[in-house]
């Protein structure tokens, strides 16, 4: 391109030149053209300014030197929705039609139209923003609006939807449903939780939310697809359930993890064959479900006795005055007489020093039976009778330290050999 001072120079001293006024022409053009783009870079490097200063006086600058930017006209809806209603459909209206394919304007626009009761023109708008849009947002505003308008087949519909796109977190959408309907069998058929990691979501939905009720059935659900990543979660649940006193949901759970092999404990029958989870303690307690709990405390310490099980506790007088030391849930037969054994051996605790067995009523915590102060220098085989009330089906068995009047706090240790649990009719010997 040739710069003003030489087309002067041309002019004066190659008088030929005007005999070329198409080139002449063609230079003109080209310096309008380059003016012309010139001005408009700037005039959107200004836009842009203004834009970025997220303000409604700034917008509405940016806006009249570049109007034909949707994005623009739905931010200056955003700022008008609460204050000029009309101005802001106005500006949502231009948008989408600057830019047909914006989904987020449909729904803002929809939203607007149903603030004003203008419900046919705000369903049109959400169903537009869904046809152009297949991710999340679309399906999860119409579930909401149908929500609104208390639509169960639309509703459920979107949730459908929705559920299929939801991204990471789907806790809303789960507490959506809840606030439609508190039928949890409801909310199970009609919510798409069939990928793992959805029920894994909802399992832990349930439980902050403290749906006793309905945890049972959809970590029952999850624990059929047999996935060794979900053991956790599973074993977890049943833990939560045996807190929450929903210990048949929890037994549920942990028997078909047990028939599926993902942990290391038979599954539990008391009609067939009452028993004890690892009772011989040939593995340590893991304190979950329906194992052993062996919570830590200050002043014991646990151990496994040797390669063929047997469980170590030593004493060593700092432990508190009154603790809990080992713990588990037993599933019996309401109405029924057992026997608890456990085989033991002690070394530096005194007789009636306050460390004894108890069994209580899991659902009330009422003590059934108590043995007497543990005190063996040589194996002993010591039983604990007690009889199930009608209407439990879960007891719980703890061996306690509760320090005895006139003693100081044992000093020794305490070996567990072997446990066991049979029906009262039933021969000792069988455990």
Known sequence: MLAASEIAMNFHEKPGFLRHPLKLLGIGCAVAGFALAMTWTLRIGAADMYFQRHTLADTEKAIRLTPSRADYQEHLAGYLRDVDGQRATQALQHAVALNPYDANAWIQLGLIDEAGNRLTDASRCLHQAARIDHTFLPAWSLANFYFRQNNPDQFWYWIHEASRLVPEDASPLFRLCWHFTDDANEIGKQLDVNRPDMQAQYINFLISENRMAAVGPAALRLAARNRSQDTALLLNTSDWLISQHQATAALNIWNLMAEQHRIPFHAIHPRSKPAVTNADFILSPTSIGFDWHLPTVTGINASQENDHGGLRLEFSSDQP??????TQVLAVQPSTAYNFMFDYSTSGIAPGTGLTWS????????????????????????????????????????????????????????????????????SKTEQ
């Open 359 to 426: 069994v209580t009523n899991l659902g009330t915590g009422s003590v059934l039976a108590t043995s007497d102060s543990l005190s063996a220098d040589k194996g002993t085989i010591g039983h604990l009778d007690f009889t199930v009330p009608a209407d439990s089906k879960f007891v719980r068995v703890l061996l306690v330290y509760q320090r005895a009047l006139g003693t100081t706090r044992i000093e020794g240790s305490l070996v567990l050999h072997k446990t066991g649990l049979a029906t009262a009719g039933s």
């Open 321 to 326: 005055e009154s603790v809990e030391i080992l």
